[in-house]
């Protein structure tokens, strides 16, 4: 048996899931500072009680989904946008709540694509679930796998763990769709439309072929040749295009802006992730690089409500330094791991 094929200890296994189930929610909610729960340490806290049921099991459940059955990122992605719509049309509703934010910036950013036919902002749709793909589940886990490079590719949770997972994520939504539903609540059709698009996408997902043994998907495989950007690159362009994405106007140009950016950065990650040279450091680039767009634009971010500007930039410096200081420990590790081991006698020759 070799290194890759030992069983992995309970310990790294549990720990790398937790660690995802924390990282996901403080991704999704947290890192951008939009509410006026940042200025309050101690109801961050206890808000990832409930938050992490809501965002981190997701997180978890995608990648244990996509790695059980041999299968990667392409899955994952898909997986995601199928799970961001649930959250976003069923669990909170804030696709179709016209009054989700009792600000008047909710009106500004919803009402110049909104579609009365549809009774949805195509801005909210490609906002919101483009950021539930990136943040709330892609990036964590590619910045997890990153720090525990070796068992990267393989399931982390047994029976056990995936069904405490599922009851958790079932709490969770049923908490936040009550206290949404209590001044508004979707239409059937509405539900129903978004139950379609939902599982069309979990059904594309497992019909995509699996990985073949050792290729592409940043899993350190030998794909076909070819070269590809340096890590550092990919990472600038990944903050380019994510920093598109977050500060795009809320008009149909936004919108236009809003899908260019995410069919150049899809484009050219399915282009180079086959290739030979693409590695875990370039997926960790990725992700990373959404990690700090958000950390670095909280400095910006007005919260909703009433937030302490000291308690507000305190939190949002905690956690720029908490990011930086994760994507260089991931990095070490992932270098580490691809490194090349001297070979037996080396260091007596």
Not at 244 to 254: D, E, T, Y
């Amino acid at each position: 048996m070799t290194a890759d094929q030992a069983p992995i200890p309970a310990r790294t296994r549990i720990g790398a899931a937790v660690g995802l189930l924390l990282l996901s929610p403080i991704c999704a909610e947290y890192l951008i500072g939009y509410d006026q729960i940042i200025s309050n340490p101690l109801d961050m806290l206890t808000g990832l009680l409930v938050l992490g049921p809501l965002y981190g099991t997701v997180a978890v459940l995608i990648r244990e989904a996509a790695r059980r059955t041999g299968r990667g990122w392409p899955t994952m992605l898909l997986l995601s946008a199928a799970f961001g719509l649930v959250q976003a049309g069923v669990v909170d509703q804030s696709l179709f709540n016209p009054d989700f934010v009792d600000e008047a910036s909710w009106d500004d950013d919803r009402l110049p694509t909104f579609v009365a036919g549809l009774g949805v902002s195509v801005k909210h749709v490609v906002g919101f679930v483009g950021g539930h793909v990136i943040w709330s589940f892609c990036a964590p886990i590619g910045v997890v796998e990153s720090c525990v490079p070796r068992i990267a590719d393989r399931p982390w949770l047994g029976r056990a763990g995936i069904t405490v997972m599922v009851v958790l994520y079932g709490l969770g939504a049923l908490v936040i769709f009550k206290e949404h539903s209590k001044h508004f609540l979707a239409t059937p059709a509405q539900f129903g439309t978004v139950a379609l698009f939902a599982l069309g996408l979990a059904v594309a997902a497992f019909a995509l072929p699996r990985r073949r043994p050792g290729g592409g998907d940043g899993s350190g495989g030998r794909g076909s040749g070819g070269r590809v950007p340096p890590p550092w690159a990919v990472g600038c362009g990944a903050v380019v295009l994510m920093g598109a994405h977050q500060l795009s106007s809320p008009g149909w140009g936004g919108v236009a802006l809003n899908v260019a950016a995410w069919a150049l950065a899809g484009g050219a990650l399915l282009w180079w992730s086959g290739r030979q040279d693409w590695g875990p450091v370039h997926v960790l680039a990725v992700c990373g690089a959404a990690l700090v767009v958000n950390a670095a634009l909280s400095f910006v971010v007005e919260p909703l409500g009433d937030a302490s500007p000291v308690l507000k930039y305190g939190a949002n410096a905690v956690l720029m330094i908490v990011v930086l200081l994760l994507l260089g420990w991931a990095r070490r590790r992932v270098r580490s791991t691809a490194a090349p081991r001297p070979l037996e006698g080396a260091r007596s020759a």
